[in-house]
């Protein structure tokens, strides 16, 4: 029997997974100057979080979560976004009683059982951001340009930030109403999904990705047209602050996002590089989510990045730089190994990365390792090298050669790092 990965998850490995150590890296920066602390929360949670968080009738909760009964007799889902989880800890830790705003990042799998293909995966990561506290437009900008910022130092250009306001519990049920007066005149012939959603929830017929659905609903209301006066004024303060920084983005009228807890802005950063999975990032503002879920009133925005997405932006443009061991210690004889092992451990004490031969073959096959291992220098110590105190070092890449008294092969080495 031969075993393999299941549909849709991935196993990460070197050389891409330096490019995934980089990017989180440079996240961790990135979230530190802008004051987010990390926030790790369960993978597993009671299912009740993610039907309630993210809406009966989406397509997640319908159609892609991991659900099961455990042996307690609990239906548990293994989670497939980071936001509801956020907000269950905080609504449970009581976390709106400290200093506001409270800003966390998390970074992890998230599963869905959607169907695999470019881009798309069943087990997949996320690096996601959520502020509590601020229902001021200065909040949604410094999430946007946080996510900017993020982006372009993991080294992507040329994405597309997309953004829309999609209301509040105000003007929404307006837009809901004219929805369903412009899809109930063809309602028959939308997919059963969007028919069942026509009531309870029409915006996500907006969402539908059957291709006649797409077409029907061509020239359907335009969300932007129903904003109430106050959703209006908020989504113009951030456009206006967007401007005089000169953060590039396009107006897109049409997002409304697969996700029913966000209210007024939506975004959504895209590659044209990425075939028909093209949202590298996404989020928006979900001020009703702290309070459905039992807590206070709570303003709060957020995104998530999808990492296989933007890793796969990043090979397509760098060369990935294969990390390689400075330096190979070669040894014949048993003294000569000991001496050899309290090198490597000297070096590896300074921060090089050094290699032991494990136990003595012949000289040519661990010199054949070195190279194969891509190692910059060979350090060559025998029987005779041992007796005059020397070792014999040789440079891979160069092909130089030359010795180096053992009492000066830290310092050697120091040297050429
Ligand atoms: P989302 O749009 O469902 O939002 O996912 C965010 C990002 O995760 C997507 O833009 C995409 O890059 C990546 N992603 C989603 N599904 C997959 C998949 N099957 N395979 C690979 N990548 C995927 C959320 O999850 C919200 N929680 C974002 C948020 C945070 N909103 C407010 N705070």
């Known amino acids: 029997m031969k075993y393999a990965a299941l549909k849709g998850m991935e196993d990460i490995l070197s050389p891409d997974i330096a490019i995934w150590q980089a990017v989180e890296a440079k996240a961790r920066d990135i979230f530190a100057r802008y004051g987010f602390q990390e926030i790790r929360v369960p993978v597993l949670e009671s299912t009740d979080i993610f039907i309630r968080g993210i809406g009966q009738e989406t397509d997640i909760v319908e159609k892609e979560m991991y659900t099961f009964t455990d042996k307690g007799g609990r239906s548990v889902t293994m989670r497939p976004e980071g936001t509801a989880p956020v907000v269950r800890c905080f609504v449970e830790k009581n976390l709106h009683t400290l200093p506001s705003p409270q800003k966390f990042y998390y970074m992890g799998q998230m599963y869905r059982y959607e169907r695999p293909q470019k881009g798309r995966f069943r087990q997949f990561y996320q690096i996601g951001a959520e502020a509590f506290g601020v229902a001021a437009p ?11 910022n993020l982006l372009e130092a993991a080294g992507l250009s040329g994405l ?79 456009l206006a602050i967007l401007d005089s920084f000169e953060v590039p983005y396009t107006l897109n009228p049409n997002l409304v996002r697969g996700l029913d807890y966000y209210t007024m802005t939506t975004f959504e950063v895209t590659s044209e590089h990425l075939g028909a999975q093209k949202a590298v990032a996404a989020g928006g503002r979900y001020d009703r989510l702290v309070a459905e ?49 309290k090198i490597v451990e000297m070096l590896r004490a300074k921060g090089v990365w050094a290699e032991q031969s494990y136990g003595s073959t012949s000289l040519k096959s661990q010199l054949r390792r070195a190279d194969r291992i891509g190692a910059e220098f060979a350090l060559i110590i025998g029987e005779n090298e041992l007796k005059a105190g020397k ?11 030359g010795e180096v008294p ?3 092969v830290m310092q050697f080495f120091m040297e050429e790092c």
């Open 160 to 238: 597309n930030f997309e953004l829309n306001s999609i209301g509040c519990a105000e003007c929404r049920p307006v837009y809901r109403q004219a929805l369903r007066d412009f899809f109930g005149g063809k309602l028959q012939e939308y997919c059963p999904d969007c028919q069942r959603r026509y009531e309870a929830n029409p915006l996500r017929i907006l969402d539908c990705k059957v291709p006649r659905c797409i077409e029907l609903r061509q020239g359907s209301p335009s969300v932007p047209d129903y904003l109430c006066d106050a959703c209006r004024t908020h989504f113009d303060g951030l």
């Open 138 to 148: 200065a909040m949604d900008a410094e999430i946007i340009m946080m996510l900017a």
């Open 391 to 401: 070792a014999q070092w040789k440079n891979m890449k160069k092909g130089e050669q």
């Open 293 to 341: 879920f039992g807590g206070p009133d709570t303003h709060a925005i957020g995104f998530a990045i999808g990492m296989e997405r933007i890793v796969t932006l990043l090979k397509e443009s760098s060369q990935t730089e294969l990390r390689a061991p400075k330096v190979f210690v070669a040894t014949l004889g048993s003294e000569a190994e000991m001496e050899g092992i």
């Open 406 to 408: 053992l009492s000066e």
